[in-house]
């Protein structure tokens, strides 16, 4: 075969470097965007945040202004980039309506963004320090440092204090306390269990315990204020039926133990006074809170959108680089034009993140307006197809834009994906939300007689009743999707 050329036309889909970065920053969250943004800053010259230019165009402003008294000066130009304008701004403090705070929400009491910065109470500008958590190993070892411990002792207190875990147990054993110290030493299992009873009774109480059933134990020890005949029932409880306890089979214990019923009663409140996870309040982790991406508010028959102020960081360009582009040496200037289009084209894929967030929350907020009206029982059914189609983008964008994104409502702050489930046929030919049918069934739960409660076949009944039709195995789901104990079980709690 005698070699040739060929020419072919075809078409291929591919991910430029500025498509990829519009979909990385679709998807992220509110905290992890600015992360992101400050990150490019510092790496970009030609980028600056919005406060920045106001306070160099400040300074520049004063210096010309004691260079020529009252000459009139100017701030510099920039170009910024901020949230796309919506139908209404984010409501304000002083004019949101009275909002109430929700079961089925992230929040509960929460403030509306005011667009201003509060420092506290002080003058000075600066926001007030708080000192560090302590945690729980630098509470432990606190009371250590206080406790009469010989160098022996506090050696092995030291191990196992480290290898407790975040609710306070030793989970695998004294096998790590063991591996820990030197065998040098021959510490036996004895004495190291010595030293972690005394820890037991360090507070919080119950910490360094094996199991729960040692923890309250180790807590029932310390209750010194309570009754010597019903503390001794309930460490019977806890050595020898903890199950039941936890079935709160009242009679079975009651002729178990040989105890009178209310008697049991009054042990089992007081072993659920205890606390099975000692540890965990002392857990140094900061709470992360939610920052909402968009508002809903009533506006007389409707409902309205708009993004959040703080949704998006203010972003500009740098005016001072881009007037040395025009002066610099060809070397410097082909940096900084680089640097000015990344800078374009990140500022264009804010642009189109803000106002694809925009339409998406929109047609959520549309589509489940009997929801904001009415409560979950009015959730309309909802997938990321239908909403794609009505925006005319792809299902995969729609994913992006709902995960780690909130809606601020009266009825709470949820996340996008909170609105979207699947779909349950009625008799009228519709279909009901099975967020809706949870809805509902938490209600005939809560609103039956706690003597007879509603078995699932009878939960089902109801819910056909309704026009819902749902097979009782659906019922048994969703009543374990939404926590609630079996009609044998609540009878017995009743």
């Not at 010597?228 to 002729?255: G, M, S, T, W, Y």
Request: negative net charge; contains cysteine; proline residues 6%.
């Amino acid at each position: 075969m005698k070699p040739g050329l060929q020419l072919k036309i075809n078409q291929q889909l591919s991910l430029t470097p500025q498509l990829q970065q519009a979909i990385r920053l679709l998807q992220l969250s509110q905290l992890e965007l600015e992360t992101e943004l400050r990150e490019l800053v510092e790496s970009n010259p030609l980028l600056e945040f919005s406060d920045e230019a106001e306070q160099a165009g400040d300074s520049q402003s004063n210096d010309q202004g004691e260079r020529d008294g009252n000459a009139e000066t100017h701030e510099p130009e920039s170009v910024e980039y901020a949230a796309p304008a919506a139908s209404e701004q984010a409501p304000s403090q002083e004019s949101a309506p009275d909002w109430e705070p929700s079961d089925h929400g992230v929040g509960g009491d929460f403030d509306l963004p005011s667009g201003g910065t509060s420092y506290g109470d002080g003058e000075d500008g600066f926001e007030p320090q708080r000192a560090a958590p302590e945690g729980l190993r630098d509470h432990l070892t606190w009371q250590m440092n206080l406790s009469a411990f010989d160098e022996r002792e506090q050696l092995i207190a030291v191990a196992i204090i480290d290898a407790l875990d975040d609710d306070g147990y030793l989970r695998d054993g004294l096998e790590p306390v063991i591996e820990a110290l030197p065998a040098s030493l021959n510490i036996s299992c004895d004495q190291i269990e010595q030293v972690r009873q005394r820890i037991q009774q360090f507070d919080p109480p119950g910490v360094a315990s094996l199991d729960l059933r040692d923890c309250l134990l180790a807590q029932l020890t310390q209750l010194g204020d309570a009754e010597p005949a019903l503390r001794e029932l309930a460490q019977r409880i806890v050595e020898h039926e903890l199950a039941l306890l936890a079935r709160n089979d009242i009679d079975k214990l009651a002729k178990r133990l040989d105890a009178a019923p209310e008697d049991v009663v009054a042990a089992a409140a007081l072993i659920r006074a205890l606390d099975p996870r000692p540890g965990y309040a002392l857990d140094p982790t900061p709470v992360e809170y939610i920052a909402p991406d968009a508002y809903a508010r009533r506006d007389g028959h409707q409902w309205r959108v708009s993004l959040s102020p703080d949704c998006q960081p203010r972003l500009g360009l740098n005016q001072h680089y881009c007037n040395l582009i025009s002066h610099a040496r060809r070397e410097d200037a082909s940096y900084l034009r680089g640097q000015l289009q990344e800078a374009r084209w990140l500022l264009k894929s804010l642009r189109s993140r803000a106002e694809t967030l925009l339409k998406v929350a929109e047609v959520i907020v549309r589509r489940q307006s009997a929801f904001l009206d009415y409560g979950p029982e009015a959730m309309r059914p909802m997938v990321l197809r239908e909403v794609a189609e009505e925006v005319d983008m792809h299902e995969s964008t729609i994913s992006r834009v709902t995960t780690r994104k909130y809606l601020h409502t009266p009825r709470g702050i949820f996340e996008f994906k909170y609105f979207f489930s699947s779909g349950v046929a009625t008799e009228d030919g519709g279909s009901a939300s099975a967020t809706a049918i949870q809805a509902m069934l938490r209600k005939l739960v809560g609103e039956e007689n706690p003597r007879r409660p509603l078995s699932d076949q009878a939960l089902a009944e109801e819910l056909n009743s309704r026009g819902i039709r749902v097979a009782r195995r659906t019922v048994a789901k969703y009543r374990e999707v939404l926590r609630i104990p079996s009609s044998s079980e609540r009878q017995r709690g009743a």
